[in-house]
Nanobody, 120 residues
């Protein structure tokens, strides 16, 4: 069993910042690619940012220059620093991880989601 627990969501004014965290725990041999997705009301889930085990990052065009994904492999944690937030960033944000578990089982795991609301 592998669990992802997100934290850091909340209400913020336009132009503000939030930092999301996602900690992985359980039967983990290797924590591989990690990502943040989001789902706004009435819309499909979309990819926000990805980061490989080695630290290579990729971003959706809508968040480039405003969001930064990072990870601490020792803490098995991925972060999403969100700056210059806009009302259209309002969504439930989900952590995603590709994990190798003992005995060499490959899993894709999702967190429970954390709500980010950008409003004045």
């Amino acid at each position: 069993q592998v669990q992802l627990v997100e934290s850091g969501g909340g209400l913020v004014q336009p132009g503000g910042s939030l930092r999301l965290s996602c900690a992985a725990s359980g039967n983990i041999l290797s924590l591989n690619d990690m990502a943040w997705y989001r789902q706004a009301p009435g819309k499909q889930r979309e990819l926000v940012a990805t980061i490989t085990k080695g630290g290579t990052t990729n971003y959706a065009d809508s968040v480039k220059g405003r969001f930064t994904i990072s990870r601490d492999n020792a803490k098995k944690t991925v972060y999403l620093q969100m700056n210059s937030l806009k009302p259209e960033d309002t969504a439930v944000h989900y952590c995603n991880a590709r994990v190798t578990s003992y005995p060499l089982t490959h899993l894709e795991v999702w967190g429970q989601g954390t709500l980010v609301t950008v409003s004045s």
